[in-house]
């Protein structure tokens, strides 16, 4: 059974901060893995999408990775700002998308 | 291209009754999943439809239904309602059944009296 942790559960930090958000599962048979960021009250939008065959993938000041063998994806959020704060939820595709309880992000100006 | 459209916005219940939520998936997705997510938690997957198969089931007892028709659109029905089930309901939708980048609706926010 898939199992999603993420940590730090809740983060803190002035604007211009590089940030690392990290995610843990435990089936690692896994083909890819998605990152979503939630505002409040509000749906799922999509980050990045990493294949297994990619292990990283960028989309401005976001990066993610994705080691299989350990179980293991981090987010880093390059130079944040405070339109970055929100909750980052990382999660396997699969039959049954099994999500984790989220790092909920606030920066300050 | 419009996304994935979720009716109503918001919705108050009282206990006991039902409800109906509905769920457009983008145009040419054929794979629509429902999930719950109560306030501070992740969502929690109820079920997901592929060309109009339930495809799979969360742990959520019977009174949680669902179907999908065959323009892909989807209903989700919960049935003697409880307070518990108070939750933003999200539905995704994705082009095929497995391993597809997910997108997700904006929800309907259940509130039950």
């Known amino acids: 059974k898939q199992e999603v942790t993420q940590i730090p559960a809740a983060l803190s930090v002035p604007e211009g901060e590089n940030l690392v958000l990290n995610c843990s599962f435990t089936d690692s048979a896994i083909y890819n893995l998605q990152w979503f960021r939630q505002d409040p009250g509000k749906g799922l939008t999509s980050l990045l999408l990493?294949?297994?065959?990619?292990r990283e993938q960028t989309s401005g000041r976001l990066n993610a990775s994705l080691d299989k063998s350990s179980g293991r994806s981090t987010l880093y959020i390059a130079a944040s700002q405070p339109g970055d704060s929100a909750t980052y939820l990382c999660a396997p595709p699969g039959d049954k998308l099994i999500f984790g309880t989220g790092t909920r992000l606030q920066v300050f100006p | 291209d419009a996304g994935v459209t979720q009716s109503p916005t918001h919705l108050i219940k009282t206990r006991g009754q039902h409800v109906t939520l509905r769920c457009s998936p983008i145009?040419?997705?054929?794979?629509v999943s429902w999930y719950q997510q109560v306030l501070g938690q992740g969502p929690q997957f109820i079920f997901q439809y592929y060309e109009k198969e339930e495809r799979g089931r969360g742990n959520f007892p019977d009174r949680f239904s669902a179907r999908q028709f065959p323009n892909y659109s989807s209903e989700l029905n919960v049935n003697a309602l409880l307070l518990g089930d108070s939750a933003l309901y999200l539905c995704?939708?994705?082009?095929?059944?497995?391993?597809?980048?997910?997108?997700f609706g904006s929800g309907t926010q259940l509130s039950v009296l």
């Open positions: 995704a939708s994705s082009f095929s059944a497995t391993n597809e980048k997910l997108f």
């Open positions: 145009s040419g997705h054929k794979s």
């Open positions: 990493i294949q297994s065959s990619q």
